[in-house]
């Protein structure tokens, strides 16, 4: 984390030196010896880092060196508020320079104080620096430990040795990977990996299906090696050639001692070419690189040999499996029921949890989430309480976070976990401890996730990428190294909403405190930390009379602030006195989020935050955006989504950085299907040429303002609402210019019985092929009245989701006939969109379609999937459809289906899916549906849910 600081700082001073060096005057050398000095400390902290849990010493220089360079920071940042934000030009302009010169001789006195006591600091830093390359014997071009620590080598030793008696729904996986092992062809060397996070029992598993008998039997010659972060390549080659001579009971051959790393192959692959059928295992892989240089001694033979491994890390699973036989097996937590099993056998011998104690226990067992290492540990640490005390098990409850840090019951536990973190590269350390921001249990939206990662300066621009693609991948990265969870994804298979587990979270948050990253609160009271509060974040309990803090010490915590955020806030009104205290001692401010908090008008307090990057007022009950807002000139991202802003000043064209503009409210409270208010801009919106995403922009003052949506070359998504007919040609005119577009959103819901005409574009669409817009997008939705579908919609050949709502198309204007043939449309939702009487899905067409909803279609009455059409279709919604009153025919040929969701349907259709005879043919048609959802309203108006499970499965009914 201190290597990403200093890296960070790094730069910032070149890009000072470089842009702002007229500023400087005779700070300039001074500003270069400091950035040399960081530059010589960078190299010397990748290895520091590494080694700092071992030493408390290089713990506290590395602290040091950390506090530096925020402080470095932020002696900069008042450097640019002070000098250059104030730029003028002409007469005027030199007359303000000379006075604003005069006023800040003071100010400039002071930065050049302040920077002579860092450069004094970094002096002494830098020293020790030397000292510690001498005593650890490092120098700047090492990469990484060579050591392994015994902690963890004992920690996979016991997973070697656990009886099988004791563990806990093993059983199933174990025959799965072992009729994996056994199965296919016997001439090809098979691969098998097994991916998880920390703390699941891969090493336990896998040992297992390396001892089975059976396994043993077909594969003779047998080896386990364990590899680790910091993998001594030849040691290891050894090791496996003792495990195999000791296997087949030969002596060794102390010329091994001796040879090269090539030679140790070479020796490796002959032993196991004349030595017969073998398995080998390597155990805790982390870098894709073991892989590509141990296949090299692994010959493949005649003989059907195997390899496994086991990898925290997807990319290392699916390094080593590539041909057709080899396995990627994804292990997942214990259920509920055998989490529950395995507690109460640690704790309780395998009788009952006593009636006292259930409680806390599932407590506890929710913080496990199903990890086995957590289980046992935990359950270990409970065992040795009284049981008739209910209040010991409380205690530990509401402890765990504590139990894993420093010597607690559990460092353990925090080891294994942190092993992860500590094999991050330092891009991702921040990216990673940036997640403390949210509350247990959090579900986190992927998307401004990243968007923060960018406002907080974590993501570093790459040649030729966007810097929003750059973040999507650390997501992915993070994820791969199944240190974030993925819960839902959205089209094109991008993670929608993502978790951690409970414990990784406890994790990260003592990794944060250590590394002065976030002070959470909950609003309880609190003392502030001894170390400067640089970001803040407030979690969903606070309460405004709780926020408690020091009057005295407010300047000194806030000053260094550079986040503002509060997560899902339920408190009625985050106390005013406290945010404006915050907000005016934060000067250096960056960050703001404030969605969801009661805030009648934007805190006046915000416009004069000249270093904000970020500000999300979404959800709050702000009406007006005041024209000072032209005064945040290095705005990137402006939320006002779901508030009461209709109108933007004109000042809003001050911002050129700004990246995504969002302001809207829904017509309909409960949901998007009558659509958005948006708001009315300036009539110049044009010149805010770096936006991405605009939306909702309200277009019914007409053709100026859609003419000026063409300038807006960068845009990736655009919403529109209230569009004319008459502007249906400009419109289409101006998307021929926005070659990056990658989702477009049309509304003109509450015109009446006007249409949206889209098709009045020969001249500007003419060459369809060519039509660099058409080629990029990727989600289209059209929300109002069409005559007919637009003629350009049979060639979006990247278009991978649809929704046509209220389209209102004629029976001869068939929707299904313009879309059949897209070929990487994966989702359709139609609401009101056709008022046909039938739907009829043909043989190959719809090859990529996974999700389709159909609502609100009131004279459809019968649908039909012929034989070949959606073949990969697994999520069938149909709602609202009154006339509707049998399955679709051919639902039987959906053999990928595996969801089919009935709302509000006809009562004859209820009837026959419910009460089925398991002999009938509308029962064969969806025995094959692993889930039936029906959902439906009482006689009291109460929304209920039932869900019908497949053939010999029992119903259930939720409320």
Not at 528 to 545: D, G, M, Q, T, Y
Not at 608 to 631: E, F, Q, S
Not at 747 to 775: I, M, R, T
Not at 785 to 793: C, V
Request: aromatic letters at 8%.
């Amino acid at each position: 984390m201190a290597e990403t600081v200093v890296s960070f700082v790094s730069d910032h001073l070149a890009t000072l030196l470089r842009e702002e060096g007229s500023l400087l005057g005779g700070l300039r050398q001074e500003v270069q010896l400091i950035k040399d000095e960081l530059g010589h400390m960078k190299a010397f902290l990748k290895v520091a880092e590494a080694k700092e849990e071992d030493d408390p010493r290089l713990q506290e220089w590395i602290k040091q060196v950390r506090e530096a360079a925020y402080d470095i920071e932020d002696v900069l940042d008042e450097f640019v508020l002070r000098f250059a934000g104030y730029r003028h030009h002409g007469f005027c302009g030199s007359l303000q320079r000379i006075l604003k010169a005069i006023k800040s001789l003071r100010a400039r006195h002071q930065v050049v104080s302040e920077i002579q006591s860092i450069k004094s600091r970094i002096k002494n830093i830098s020293e020790g620096r030397q000292r510690y390359q001498v005593e650890f014997g490092i120098n700047d071009s090492v990469t990484g430990s060579s050591t392994m620590n015994d902690s963890w080598r004992y920690s996979r030793d016991d997973a070697l040795l656990v009886e099988e008696a004791k563990l806990v729904g093993i059983d199933q996986p174990k025959q799965h990977l072992i009729s994996k092992l056994l199965e296919g062809d016997d001439h090809q060397l098979k691969a098998i990996s097994v991916v998880g996070m920390a703390g699941l029992g891969k090493t336990t598993l896998v040992k297992k299906v390396h001892d089975d008998p059976e396994v043993r039997k077909n594969f003779p010659v047998r080896a386990w090696v364990t590899v680790s972060q910091t993998c001594d390549f030849p040691k290891l080659l050894r090791d496996l050639i003792r495990q195999l001579h000791k296997d087949l009971d030969k002596s060794v051959p102390q010329s091994i001692e001796s040879m090269t790393t090539a030679e140790l192959k070479e020796f490796v692959k002959d032993f196991l070419r004349r030595a017969g059928r073998y398995a080998i295992v390597f155990d805790d892989v982390w870098h894709v690189e073991f892989w590509n240089a141990i296949k090299f001694a692994l010959p493949e033979g005649n003989y059907g040999n195997c390899v496994m491994q086991t990898t925290r890390k997807a990319d290392v699973a699916s390094a080593s499996c590539t041909e057709s036989q080899d396995y990627v097996y994804k292990m997942e937590p214990l259920s509920i029921e055998d989490s529950w099993t395995l507690f109460c056998n640690k704790i309780f011998k395998g009788n009952r949890c006593p009636a006292h104690l259930m409680d806390v226990a599932k407590a506890v067992l929710d913080k496990c989430d199903g990890l086995p290492l957590a289980i046992v540990a935990i359950g270990g640490l409970l065992a040795s309480k009284d049981a008739s005390r209910i209040d010991e098990w409380d205690k530990i409850q509401h402890s765990l976070g504590g139990e894993l840090e420093g010597a607690g019951k559990l460092e353990r536990v925090k080891r294994i976990l942190s092993l992860s973190y500590n094999d991050l590269p330092s891009h991702l350390k921040p990216c990673l401890l940036y997640l403390s921001i949210y509350p247990e249990d959090d579900l986190i939206a992927c998307q401004t996730l990243i968007l923060l990662w960018i406002a907080e300066r974590f993501v570093e621009w790459r040649e030729g990428m966007s810097i929003e693609d750059v973040a999507w991948g650390y997501l992915s990265e993070l994820i791969s190294r199944s240190l974030i969870q993925v819960t839902d994804v959205f089209y094109e298979g991008l993670p929608y909403d993502c978790r951690i587990h409970d414990l990784m979270r406890e994790v990260i948050l003592i990794k944060s405190r250590e590394q002065n990253m976030m002070t959470v609160t909950t609003g309880q009271p609190m003392t502030w930390p001894s170390e400067k509060v640089r970001r803040l974040a407030i979690h969903s309990s606070s309460n405004s009379s709780n926020i408690q803090y020091h009057q005295q010490r407010q300047f000194y915590c806030f000053e260094h602030l550079r986040s503002f955020i509060t997560v899902r806030s339920t408190n009625p009104l985050l106390s005013k006195t406290f945010l404006s205290e915050v907000l005016r001692s934060s000067k250096l401010l960056m960050v703001l989020e404030l969605g969801g908090e009661e805030i009648e008008e934007t805190p006046n307090e915000i416009f004069n935050l000249l270093h904000l990057t970020y500000l999300n007022l979404y959800g709050t009950k702000v009406a007006k955006v005041p024209r000072a807002i032209g005064k945040l000139q290095i705005l990137e991202y402006l939320n006002l989504g779901d508030t009461g802003v209709r109108e933007l000043p004109v000042e809003i064209l001050k911002l050129l950085k700004l990246r995504y503009l969002i302001v809207f409210q829904r017509v309909d409270p409960s949901g998007s299907d009558y659509g958005y208010h948006g708001f009315k801009g300036p009539s110049k919106l044009g010149r805010l040429q770096a936006l991405q995403r605009l939306g909702t922009i309200d277009v019914s003052s007409g053709s100026v303002i859609v003419k000026e949506l063409g300038k807006l070359t960068q845009l990736r998504e655009l919403f529109i609402t209230q569009l004319r007919r008459e502007d249906g040609k400009e419109l289409c005119s101006s998307l021929v210019n926005l070659t990056g577009l990658r989702q477009l959103s049309v509304d003109s819901v509450g015109k009446g019985d006007d249409y949206v005409d889209l098709n009045h574009h020969q001249h500007s669409l003419s060459s369809y092929s060519s039509c660099s817009f058409l080629q990029s997008l990727r989600v289209l939705i059209m929300r109002g009245r069409l005559e007919k579908m637009p003629i350009w919609i049979t060639h979006l050949q990247n278009l991978v989701r649809l929704d046509l709502i209220w389209s209102g198309l004629r029976a001869e204007e068939d929707p299904l006939e313009s879309l059949q043939h897209l070929p990487n449309l994966g989702e359709i939702s139609f609401c009101g969109s056709y008022q046909g009487e039938r739907l009829c899905f043909k043989a190959g067409g719809f090859l990529k379609l996974k999700q389709l909803w159909l609502r609100r279609m009131e004279g459809l009455r019968r649908m039909t999937m012929e034989e070949g059409a959606c073949p990969h279709l697994q999520r069938l919604i149909l709602k609202q459809l009154p006339l509707l009153e049998d399955l679709p025919s051919g639902i039987q040929n959906l053999s990928h289906l595996q969801e089919l969701g009935l709302y509000e349907m006809s009562s004859r259709m209820m009837e026959k899916v419910e009460n089925q005879e398991e002999e009938s043919e509308d029962y064969r048609r969806m025995t094959h549906i692993p889930e039936i959802v029906i959902g439906f309203y009482t006689d009291d108006g109460r929304r209920r849910i039932r869900r019908l499970w497949g053939k010999k499965k029992k119903k259930t009914i939720l409320a």
